[in-house]
């Protein structure tokens, strides 16, 4: 027998996972200072098209978020594939905009008030009927500042 | 009684709770990507007083519910819009707009100040081609904007900076150039060629 060999020489040393929880609550932290938390839960498709002459919204200014795109799957039986419109997070009819962006408005500062942006955010497969609606909705309601939320990408993909 | 050390505490579960506290951040949050295309929608007025404008100074575009481009009532394919609109903005038919590179084709628009385009569409027309048409618009006017920019930025201290860079710096906290002169070059900038974009609305 050597001299040399080891006792129980079948045995792998193991791993050293001591630095695992660091590397994780890296992680953590990555996540929890890059994103921000889920606002209203998506009822519908929101695929959002490309677009290339995008603008930052501007976070200092409030902003109120119209969605609209056909139900995903597990709603289409109760509502059909037609494109919808959602509010919070309920669907809505078209004719509750005005009702919700007056909410919308008491929510906020009133020094704040004239500077609401309405940011839509309407599924690409949608069609312009009902964004159509909206937007004549939106200037019923004197909520004239809108920005159509798009992906990046160049347009000529959609 | 003799004095024990304190036995270390067995941090070895500790990676499984920073594993539970980022798989619930990772399903609760999202990244956010809020950008987009920023319009005006036009109020609703009482009277309607019908404005004359002559023909040769309106753009029109058209998008059909099969999502065909309609442009100055010819078939146009979404790639060359960006060009078209350009041309029709920059034309400078009257000769009073001295920075215009366009043909000064008396037939197109008199300068960009009275050139309008207008666009619109039907209810089948798909989101994705709007977007995309109102996209390739906002492109027109960015791509004559820049290229004004280019021209007078140097001379006004601005080197190497398009319009859309300078309206970005503008907004940026961290900027540290002169802030009164780059919104006076912006401001300029926006009078030589104003976005006069017109939507159609059916009522």
Do not use: H, W
């Not at chain 2, 065909?68 to 060009?83: G, T």
């Amino acid at each position: 027998m050597s001299k040399f060999k080891n006792k129980k020489d079948d045995a792998l040393p193991a791993v050293n996972t001591a630095s695992l929880p660091d590397i994780v609550f890296m992680l953590l932290f990555f996540f929890m200072v890059v994103t921000v938390m889920r606002e209203d839960t998506l009822l519908i498709e929101n695929k959002l098209p490309l677009a290339d002459q995008v603008e930052k919204l501007e976070k200092k200014y409030p902003i109120s978020y119209i969605y609209a795109g056909s139900p995903t799957a597990s709603f289409q039986e109760r509502y059909g594939k037609e494109a919808r419109l959602q509010l919070n997070d309920k669907f809505a009819e078209i004719g509750e905009i005005e009702s919700f962006i007056n909410a919308e408005r008491l929510a906020i500062r009133e020094e704040l008030r004239d500077y609401l942006t309405v940011s839509l955010k309407v599924d690409s497969e949608a069609n312009m009927g009902i964004v159509g609606d909206i937007k004549q909705e939106l200037r019923e309601a004197n909520a004239l500042k809108i920005n159509y939320a798009t992906g990046s990408g160049s347009a000529l993909d959609n | 009684m003799a004095k024990r050390s304190a036995p270390e505490v067995n941090a070895g579960s500790m990676a499984d709770i920073a594993f539970l506290l980022l798989i619930f951040f990772l399903v609760t949050t999202t990244i956010p990507k809020d950008s987009g295309i920023n319009r005006k929608l036009p109020p609703i007025e009482e009277n309607d007083e019908d404005v004359i404008i002559k023909q040769k100074n309106i753009f029109t575009v058209l998008i059909n519910g099969k999502d065909q481009l309609l442009v100055e009532d010819e078939l146009m394919e979404l790639k060359d819009l960006r060009a078209a609109a350009i041309e029709f903005l920059d034309n400078g038919g009257d000769g009073s707009c001295d920075y215009c590179n366009g043909k000064k084709d008396p037939a197109s628009s008199d300068n960009p100040d009275k050139a309008i385009i207008s666009l619109k569409n039907e209810r089948e027309t798909s989101y994705k081609q709007y977007i995309s048409v109102q996209n390739e618009l906002v492109a027109a006017y960015n791509e004559l904007r820049n290229r004004r920019a280019k021209l007078i930025g140097p001379r006004r201290g601005f080197p190497d900076m398009d319009f859309v860079k300078m309206e970005e710096n503008f907004k940026d906290a961290k900027f540290t150039g002169n802030r009164e002169k780059l919104k006076e070059i912006i401001e300029e900038i926006r009078t030589e060629y104003p976005e006069k974009l017109s939507e159609v609305y059916t009522k």
